[in-house]
């Protein structure tokens, strides 16, 4: 159920090496992404006003409510964390698509960086 492999068409990979993982998401006016899950805390980056959305889990999971552009924390650029998520699919139910950022983090043991001095 992992995101790139279960909803292809939404999760593109930009980057990725063995600690971090950059995906653009996207999803069409009125589309549903396939069920998938998201096995790596994140960071998301809203690059534009989000639509209207319904993110259903899978059986038995908790309802999400469904969000809109109206809510404050989605009608401008920002950045958002996100732990691990249990599978759910999204559906667009505005009539402009969905798009923003999600940067992964596959391992975090700063292997590489704890013999720099500076930056």
């Not at 492999?5 to 993982?21: G, M, S, T």
């Not at 940067?103 to 292997?111: C, P």
Request: glycine share 6%.
């Amino acid at each position: 159920m992992e995101a790139v492999r279960a909803a292809p068409k939404n999760h593109k990979v930009l980057f990725e090496n063995d600690h971090i993982r950059v995906l653009e998401v996207t999803a069409q006016s009125g589309e549903t992404e396939n069920m998938h899950g998201h096995v790596w805390p994140s960071v998301i980056a809203i690059d534009a006003v989000q639509p209207k959305i319904e993110n259903r889990p899978r059986e038995g999971g908790t309802r999400s409510a469904v969000r809109g552009y109206e809510d404050a924390d989605w009608s401008k650029p920002m950045c958002r964390t996100l732990g691990v998520q249990a599978p759910h699919q999204v559906s667009v139910t505005d009539t402009f698509p969905l798009h923003f950022y999600r940067l992964e983090f596959k391992k975090m043991d700063a292997k590489g960086i704890e013999s720099k001095a500076t930056y």
